[in-house]
């Protein structure tokens, strides 16, 4: 099956700092969305983006599907950005009813 | 905004006993999914159903785990004789169509003791 790689694992930031994430992934997808899990365990979507730019406040999505990988940029952290960010795709190879493969996380902290 | 909504949020159950997590898909939605989450670790696919009929399964759902949408608006994950190791947080979520963008309920957290 498609493998999802997210990069760095674990990122500590002061407040105010900008960050980038990274997810490569191994097979041409349908499906890319970004998650947050917040610390109650709720999946927060992000952006679903296949392919392509989308920006909604301080954070902004790209996603390269011809070279299979996608960032993640957050600009300006606070501490309630905090938290787990999966990416999570679904293979091109499969058919419309796949469920999504998710990466392991990049493990977010902000400090004040 | 329509959301995906799973209840109980949090259920404790004894060893060997059966549970059953139940969801409303977002009512438009024609595509549902059960993901499982071991604290800590990565979210994993259980499930997706369509047209009343499992679509596909990962190698985690064998015959302990059953699904059902038993009217219009439920969606359910039925866990027989549940283990220690069922302990987990399980989302639901569902989707419109095929290639579209999925979303999740808040989770129930599973505790076997």
């Known amino acids: 099956g498609i493998q999802v790689e997210q990069s760095p694992p674990d990122l500590i930031l002061q407040e105010g700092a900008n960050s980038t994430l990274r997810c490569n992934f191994s097979?041409?997808?349908?499906?890319l969305q970004w998650f947050h899990q917040n610390p109650w365990g709720q999946l927060i979507n992000l952006f679903y983006?296949?392919?392509g730019t989308k920006q909604n406040g301080r954070l902004s999505a790209t996603t390269v599907a011809t070279e299979r990988y996608s960032l993640l940029y957050i600009s300006s952290s606070q501490t309630t950005d905090s938290g787990v960010y999966f990416c999570?795709?679904?293979?091109?190879?499969?058919?419309?009813?796949?469920?999504?493969?998710f990466g392991k996380g990049t493990h977010l902290i902000i400090q004040p | 905004e329509p959301e995906v909504t799973q209840t109980p949020s949090h259920q404790v159950t004894q060893m060997g006993q059966e549970v059953i997590l139940r969801c409303v898909p977002i009512?438009?939605?024609?595509?549902f999914y059960w993901y499982r989450q071991i604290l800590g670790q990565k979210v994993e696919f259980l499930v997706s159903?369509?047209?009343?009929?499992?679509?596909?399964k990962s190698e985690i759902f064998d015959d302990q785990f059953s699904v059902e949408r038993p009217d219009g608006s439920n969606f359910t994950l039925k866990i027989r004789s549940t283990k220690l190791e069922d302990s987990a947080m399980y989302f639901c979520?569902?989707?419109?169509?095929?290639?579209?963008?999925?979303?999740f309920g808040q989770g129930t957290r599973l505790t076997v003791v």
């Open positions: 979520a569902s989707r419109p169509g095929p290639n579209t963008e999925a979303f």
């Open positions: 097979d041409s997808v349908n499906n």
């Open positions: 983006i296949p392919s």
């Open positions: 999570a795709v679904d293979s091109r190879g499969g058919g419309g009813a796949d469920g999504l493969t």
């Open positions: 009512s438009n939605h024609l595509y």
């Open positions: 159903f369509y047209n009343n009929e499992i679509s596909e």
